[in-house]
């Protein structure tokens, strides 16, 4: 079994996550629970910031918040040094109650609302992802309005392909997002941008898609944008202070995945965007990067406990836990897989197949197929690795079931940092008939 960061087994033989017992956890915080490694969430940001520090390349590592968007964790990333990332006024103003710098705050999206616009420039963000036409015309007419001054990037659509699966596809010419390069969309978008005078043109941005292994897209998308970079240098008088590759950057779900370092990542990234603008006499701009899920995904581990199991004779053994696609919606969706162990007893022989079912109304909702675990009964503690991103920013009330707590764990100290949702949380909007 392959543990990440603090994760091991402690002398009572339970798994341990940042020196706390995992099972003392479920007993005092309850089931389902999301932990979160803090050791490794920080190691994590070290290394991205450290890959830019260590070549002097001037840089900013946004951590893309909607992987998993709470007031601890943004807090967490401002300890770190990130910016941050943010595509909703939700998340916005989880930055700002967290305290997070305001100029460190890149605001996405591909239809931001005149009001999340306007929220935005109100708290002077550090830049505007645009992302279309319709927002370039929203976005100058609410800066005029408001004789605001605004820095802003455009999302280019470079036309790459990543290899990862569909719906997390991005930067292929044939998506919601962004200002395509080939068709010359990119190009009169910039033309349009540079025209207003309260806009600040900082550079371009694009993102190719999550869950990548190799380098071959972001270097490719880069080669595309700087060749466009020389273009309008000459054409335009535009010379991108900031060329911004967006997040991807792959995690180990099981052991099928292959990922690179934060730092394999980065230096190519550096090592082709010197070459290129070196090779066309432009000025090397600042690199950004927005990682969301190699920042928590690994970190994270949810914890459940067991209740039925159902038999079917010679086809296979279903095994129900407390949770499921409420919590983590990541197979239903993209047929995502994880591992799992028994918390209580990660180390006894695995020598029992079964498949890990959710508790709701949906044949859909299997959290993982074929898990090799050892018998359980009714005190197990099911610990499914690696869902710190997008499990509790994508967790949901489907059957009405309470969102699960979430606890960071760090040198033997578990904090509360989202309360378990109740009941009545549940039921909290509903207003009755009369
Ligand atoms: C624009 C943008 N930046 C960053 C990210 C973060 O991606 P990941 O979590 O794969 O690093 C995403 C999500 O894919 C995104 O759409
Ligand atoms: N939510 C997705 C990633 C989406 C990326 C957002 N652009 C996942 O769980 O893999």
Not at 297 to 317: C, F, H, M, N, Q
Request: aromatic fraction near 8%.
């Amino acid at each position: 079994m392959y543990f990440y960061g603090t994760t091991g087994v402690n002398k009572n033989g339970n798994l341990e996550i940042g020196g706390v017992d995992s099972v003392q956890l479920t007993k005092e915080f309850g089931t389902p629970l999301y932990v979160y490694d803090v050791a490794l969430m920080r190691e994590r940001a070290r290394s991205f910031k450290q890959a830019f520090e260590e070549q002097n390349i001037k840089a900013q590592v946004a951590y893309a918040s909607k992987a998993f968007s709470t007031i601890a964790m943004i807090q967490l990333a401002e300890e770190e040094g990130l910016s941050l990332d943010v595509v909703s006024g939700g998340e916005l103003y989880t930055a700002l109650v967290a305290g997070f710098p305001v100029e460190r705050i890149h605001f996405h999206g591909n239809n931001k609302s005149r009001e999340e616009l306007e929220m935005a420039l109100d708290q002077e963000i550090g830049c505007i992802v645009v992302d279309n036409f319709f927002e370039l015309e929203l976005l100058k007419t609410i800066s005029i309005e408001k004789n605001a001054h605004v820095n802003i990037l455009l999302r280019i659509t470079p036309g790459i392909e990543a290899h990862t699966h569909d719906y997390i596809l991005t930067g292929q010419e044939d998506s919601k997002f962004g200002f395509d390069l080939q068709n010359g969309q990119a190009e009169d978008a910039l033309k349009m941008a540079l025209e207003v005078e309260n806009f600040e043109v900082l550079g371009l941005h694009c993102h190719i898609g999550s869950q990548i292994f190799e380098t071959t897209g972001f270097l490719l998308a880069a080669k595309k944008i700087v060749e466009k970079m020389e273009v309008w240098k000459h054409k335009l008088s535009f010379e991108a202070k900031v060329l911004n590759l967006g997040g991807g950057f792959g995690i180990r779900y099981t052991k099928e995945d292959e990922p690179l370092q934060p730092s394999q990542y980065v230096s190519e990234i550096i090592r082709e965007v010197k070459k290129l603008t070196e090779s066309y006499s432009l000025k090397m701009p600042e690199i950004w990067i927005e990682p969301g899920r190699s920042l928590v995904g690994d970190a994270g581990i949810t914890l459940y406990k067991v209740g039925s199991s159902k038999e079917v004779p010679g086809v296979r053994k279903y095994l129900a836990v407390d949770g499921g696609m409420s919590d983590n919606i990541r197979p239903a969706l993209y047929q995502a897989k994880y591992e799992a162990v028994l918390a209580n007893k990660p180390l006894t022989k695995a020598d029992k197949t079964v498949s890990i079912a959710g508790k709701c109304c949906e044949s859909g909702d299997m959290l993982i197929w074929d898990l090799p675990l050892p018998e359980t009964n009714e005190e197990d503690i099911l610990a499914v690795f690696c869902t710190g991103a997008y499990g509790y920013s994508m967790a949901n009330n489907y059957n009405r079931i309470p969102r699960p707590a979430v606890v960071f764990v760090e040198n033997g100290t578990a904090t509360l940092v989202v309360k378990r949702e109740t009941f009545a949380d549940l039921i909290q909007h509903d207003l009755p008939l009369k």
